[in-house]
Nanobody, 126 residues
Framework: QVQLVESGGGSVQAGGSLRLSCAVS????????MAWFRQAPGKEREGVAA???????SYADSVKGRFTISKDNAKNTLDLQMNSVKPEDTAMYYC????????????????????WGKGTLVTISS
């Protein structure tokens, strides 16, 4: 049974940095891509960054140049380095996994992902 567990959320001031991590367990087979999503109160879930097995990445315009997604295949983990954070980055952050292949940008679409973690809360104060 695939399990995704996020960690690293918390509160930080605008302009600061935060690093999120997602541990994957229960599965070590082939997969297509992993991604980080976020959902702020009253808003739809948004795909902020995705990465495929080869390391190709895709970012939402709102985080490009500030966030970096990375993976460690040996440790089965997915990270999101968040720099120069803004109050509008405040949200619950979720990691997600898709097994069958799609183009990497598609992995930032909510309906494309098959497995989800329960989320970690990020709060950015001004």
């Amino acid at each position: 049974q695939v399990q995704l567990v996020e960690s690293g959320g918390g509160s930080v001031q605008a302009g600061g940095s935060l690093r999120l991590s997602c541990a994957v367990s229960g599965y070590r087979g082939s997969w297509s891509c992993m991604a980080w999503f976020r959902q702020a109160p009253g808003k739809e879930r948004e795909g902020v960054a995705a990465i495929d097995r080869a390391g190709s990445t895709s970012y939402a315009d709102s985080v490009k140049g500030r966030f970096t997604i990375s993976k460690d295949n040996a440790k089965n983990t997915l990270d999101l380095q968040m720099n120069s954070v803004k109050p509008e980055d405040t949200a619950m952050y979720y990691c997600a996994l898709r097994l069958s292949w799609v183009p990497t940008p598609t992995c930032r679409s909510y309906n494309a992902m098959g497995y989800w973690g329960k989320g970690t809360l990020v709060t950015i104060s001004s």
